[in-house]
């Protein structure tokens, strides 16, 4: 059975960074990619960042509020785990942050929620202005 289990959220004021770690169980590591994704009250839920482990390819969401230059994604496989480091946190990064599983592990041309099949409970994150 998948599991994924999302940890280090919190409340940050703007500026301030977070970590973000999804623990992975249950199925073969390096046959999935694991995503990042973002759920803001009354939006629909976005990919933020998007990483295959067998060979490390990355993926960060180009949105208006671009994660780019301030998320970096990164994978330990000896731990079955993937983290999010976030930096430079703003107010419009308030959300439920989600990780999921989806295999093969690739994302086509973005991180698109309903291609991934298997999902974690979420950890909230909160920055205030």
């Known amino acids: 059975e998948v599991q994924l289990v999302e940890s280090g959220g919190g409340l940050v004021q703007a500026g301030g960074s977070l970590r973000l770690s999804c623990a992975a169980s249950g199925f073969t590591f390096a046959d999935y990619a694991i995503g990042w994704f973002r759920q803001a009250p009354g939006k629909e839920r976005e990919g933020v960042s998007c990483?295959?482990?067998?060979?490390?390819?990355?993926?960060?969401?180009d949105s208006a509020d671009s994660v780019k230059g301030r998320f970096t994604i990164s994978s330990d496989n000896a731990k079955n785990t993937v983290y999010l480091q976030m930096n430079n946190l703003k107010p419009e990064d308030t959300a439920v942050y989600y990780c999921?599983?989806?295999?093969?592990?690739?994302w086509g041309d973005g991180a698109d929620p309903a291609l991934f099949g298997s999902w974690g409970q979420g950890t909230q994150v909160t920055v205030s202005s």
């Open positions: 999921a599983a989806k295999s093969p592990p690739d």
């Open positions: 990483i295959s482990s067998s060979d490390g390819r990355t993926y960060y969401a």
